[in-house]
Nanobody, 121 residues
Framework: VQLQACGGGLVQAGESLRLSCAASGRTFSIYTVGWFRQAQGKERELVAVISGGGGVTDYGDAMKGRFTISRDNAKNTVDLQMNSLKPEDTAVYYC???????????????WGQGTQVTVSS
């Protein structure tokens, strides 16, 4: 599976941004997809994860109620809608795929290149 993330940019606090992860391969629906982020000087953390069929989702605590993950297996895409963005959301965001559902980034086998999200105050 090859992944490509896009949609990052510079926004002001309170605004919204939508990230998209496009995947190659005909078996995309068997993979759990997660969005992770890494801010400068900090550890990589879970943003959101969605099961292969899309029926199970989970979020990092700081994202609950503000971010929504969704997927379209017919288009091989996973989107992350981010609302009410805060300066502390500034980070490089990565999408990743794993054969089994997991919240731990190190258990993901396939990674996109990352997209920068910057939120100004």
């Amino acid at each position: 599976v090859q992944l490509q993330a896009c949609g990052g940019g510079l926004v002001q606090a309170g605004e919204s941004l939508r990230l998209s992860c496009a995947a190659s391969g005909r078996t995309f629906s068997i993979y759990t997809v997660g969005w992770f982020r890494q801010a400068q000087g900090k550890e990589r953390e879970l943003v959101a994860v969605i099961s292969g069929g899309g029926g199970v989702t989970d979020y990092g605590d700081a994202m609950k109620g503000r971010f929504t993950i969704s997927r379209d297996n017919a288009k091989n895409t996973v989107d992350l809608q981010m609302n009410s963005l805060k300066p502390e959301d500034t980070a490089v965001y990565y999408c990743a795929a794993a054969r089994f559902y997991d919240r731990i980034w190190s258990r993901y086998d396939y990674w996109g290149q990352g997209t920068q999200v910057t939120v100004s105050s």
